[in-house]
């Protein structure tokens, strides 16, 4: 079965400061990544994906995140951080499961607190 | 308006008493999933559905069952609920599955908070 790690359980920042988050995952075969963010009292936002292609992917709100295989990584990155980017964010991880369905595992997500 | 709701929004049990969640979405959309969230453990996915009549399980499927007679509904059923159920819950849907290249979003429901005594 996939698993996803995420390594800090709760980052502070201040505002302008640079940001990465990381993100490993456990599966042998091929796999779809997501990031998503939590709000606080709002329901999970897709941040971005990558399925394939360009490992550096794009997303909302000036976040991006790379692909590494060979280190089974899905680093997000944002080059500046603001104050309303305070949130939880969650790595997750789609595999195929199989008559056209995927199962979808999150990591337990960071919290990311940025200080004007 | 498009949307999922669920019911009840907020329960209260006791340990061994048969409840449901109800799930139901109004965008015809194929893939529907439960999840819950817990402090420090994130959202853990328990079920999901890919269409009518076809269900499969997720990281946390035991003490858990589901199904999907109609693409509209996901009731999620706890035959036996024990304390180590207590948890924020999550119904989802969208119209593709988390891995179809043109996924893009998943719609949640409001959640569902359950304590079990």
């Known amino acids: 079965a996939q698993s996803v790690s995420q390594h800090n359980h709760h980052v502070i920042l201040s505002e302008a400061a640079s940001l990465e988050l990381g993100c490993n995952y456990s599966y042998g075969g091929t796999v779809n990544l997501f990031w998503y963010v939590q709000y606080p009292g709002q329901h999970l936002q897709l941040l971005l994906k990558y399925f394939s292609g360009d490992p550096l992917v794009k997303g909302i709100k000036g976040f991006e995140a790379e692909f590494i295989k060979s280190k089974f990584s899905f680093n997000l990155r944002k080059p500046s951080v603001q104050w309303s980017d305070t949130a939880e964010y969650f790595c997750?991880?789609?595999?195929?499961?199989?008559?056209?369905?995927?199962?979808?595992?999150f990591g337990k997500g960071t919290k990311l607190s940025v200080i004007p | 308006e498009a949307q999922v709701t669920q019911n009840p929004r907020y329960l209260i049990t006791v340990t061994g008493k048969k409840l449901t969640v109800t799930c139901s979405q109004n965008?015809?959309?194929?893939?529907m999933s439960w999840y819950r969230q817990d402090p420090g453990l994130g959202l853990r996915q328990i079920y999901y559905s890919m269409n009518v009549e076809v269900t499969d399980k997720g990281d946390v499927p035991e003490g858990y069952k589901v199904s999907r007679k109609e693409k509209r509904n996901f009731p999620l059923i706890l035959e036996s609920p024990s304390p180590n159920q207590t948890s924020l819950y999550f119904c989802?849907?969208?119209?593709?599955?988390?891995?179809?290249?043109?996924?893009?979003?998943?719609?949640f429901g409001p959640g569902t908070r359950l304590t079990v005594l």
């Open positions: 989802a849907s969208s119209p593709l599955p988390p891995g179809a290249s043109a996924y893009n979003e998943q719609f």
């Open positions: 965008m015809n959309h194929e893939y």
């Open positions: 997750a991880v789609s595999v195929y499961s199989g008559a056209g369905s995927y199962q979808l595992t």
